[in-house]
């Protein structure tokens, strides 16, 4: 019998002062069976950077689909405007995301990150609409801690830090702007 994923609910209060977006958010996510706690917590992490209030922002099937991103955003056409990976996406996957997408966000956290993104970033260099963006693995495991089927997260965003707080606890995360 194959594994199911787990539902969490999140209710995500964003104050990004950078961007001067407020706003809240109900967010229904399905976990992988093998997705962790710690991917979850940084998949919300990225929803709540991308957000707007325009509330196009969307997450997919994610690691159940081989052709979608984690996130994305699409206009009213179906065209994606922006493609939201999560974790080490192999250069392939990258390169077919920034011919497909407006803008392609790479949000990568763990040990071993550094040693992925030295390995292909001169594969990618001929895009142009790639980001990527590394989060600290001991902000994203704290991350993960604070996981549960049921959230209510604020996240306030000053001066490109990010304040995570939950009734679990509270966690600092400062991205790194790799590209």
Excluded at 10 to 21: F, K, N, Q, V
């Amino acid at each position: 019998m194959a594994l199911r994923a787990t539902i969490y609910k999140a209710d995500l209060h964003i104050a990004d002062g950078d961007r001067h977006y407020y706003g809240s958010h109900s967010c229904t996510v399905a976990r992988h069976p093998s997705e962790t706690d710690e991917r979850l917590m940084v998949r919300l992490l990225a929803y709540a950077i991308n957000a707007d209030a325009e509330d196009t922002l969307a997450f997919t099937k994610g690691l159940s689909e081989a052709d979608e991103p984690d996130l994305w955003r699409k206009d009213l056409t179906g065209s994606i405007q922006t493609w939201i990976e999560i974790g080490q996406p192999d250069e392939r996957r990258l390169l077919k995301a920034c011919g497909r997408a407006d803008r392609v966000v790479v949000y990568c956290y763990g040990h071993a990150s550094d040693i992925w993104w030295n390995g292909i970033r001169n594969k990618l260099e001929r895009t142009r609409n790639l980001n990527v963006v590394y989060f600290p693995s001991t902000a994203t495991q704290e991350l993960g801690r604070l996981a549960q089927r049921t959230m209510d997260l604020h996240v306030n965003v000053q001066d490109g830090e990010l304040y995570v707080t939950a009734p679990g606890g509270e966690v600092t995360v400062s991205p790194q702007i790799w590209r």
